[in-house]
């Protein structure tokens, strides 16, 4: 189903879904993606085996539900978006895919006096699926840059927290709007729980300013980079775990 003109929610479901644990939106999953054409039956065998040969990529869980046996996945999709986004465009009924995990559930500490959100595109799925996670009484503001005012997408959100759309239009290039959106805000009293996540330029920018200009503690909060300008996936992971050793 296409959510917004750059937004492609995929529908996953079946019995292979039954072990999947419960309350896990936000947090990641990998997918083994098929290639166009290939039979489930030469895939099935190819996941079996741990081929490296299958294309992985890693997503956010934004819906689960377990009675149902059925995953919402998000996809940002664009001419030219790579093996996933491609994967989503042509999915239909029928259609196969391999998932693992769930790994960790991403999300500020919910003890925090107020909350503050960073996402582009690619990490509002893990975003909103934290938000609507949070108690109702929780206040903050969430900083959601998209490609168009067309992706605005509903959140629920808790009616304390303000959901506020900057438009960005091409992600080939790295944006400072929600660095600029953070530098203007009134910031309460009392300590953020903080989710910022999104291109790796646009995070290091905002991960500077948390840190060394607000003081913020940077064991505290979830900041990732989760693409950078110019790298697929698994170029981005080897230069995030070389930058990290």
């Not at 929610?9 to 999947?20: I, N």
């Not at 996540?197 to 989760?226: F, P």
Request: glycine share 10%.
């Amino acid at each position: 189903m296409r959510m917004t003109p750059n937004m492609q929610r995929v529908t996953l479901g079946g019995s292979d879904l039954a072990d999947f644990p419960g309350e896990q939106e936000s947090a990641h999953i990998k997918l083994f993606l098929p290639e166009a054409g290939q039979s489930s039956e030469e895939f099935g065998r190819q996941v079996q085996s741990g081929s490296k040969a299958i294309t992985r990529r890693t997503y956010t869980v934004r819906h689960h539900r377990p009675d149902a046996l059925e995953l919402d996945i998000d996809f940002v999709v664009h001419e030219g978006g790579g093996p996933a986004c491609d994967w989503a465009l042509r999915a239909g009924p029928g259609d196969i895919i391999g998932v693992a995990g769930p790994g960790p559930i991403k999300a500020p500490d919910r003890e925090s006096d107020w909350f503050l959100f960073g996402a582009d595109m690619a990490a509002i799925p893990a975003a909103a699926a934290a938000l609507e996670a949070l108690p109702q009484d929780a206040v903050g503001h969430a900083v959601f840059e998209i490609t168009s005012d067309d992706d605005i997408q509903p959140v629920s959100a808790p009616p304390g927290i303000m959901i506020h759309w900057l438009v960005h239009e091409d992600p080939h290039v790295s944006s400072a709007q929600q660095l600029e959106f953070f530098r203007t805000l009134d910031w309460p009293t009392g300590q953020p729980g903080v989710f910022v996540a999104g291109e790796s330029g646009a995070v290091a920018g905002l991960r500077s300013y948390l840190i060394k200009e607000r003081g913020l503690d940077k064991r505290k909060m979830y900041i990732s980079a989760y693409w950078k300008i110019g790298l697929i996936e698994d170029q981005h992971q080897i230069e995030k775990n070389a930058e990290a050793a």
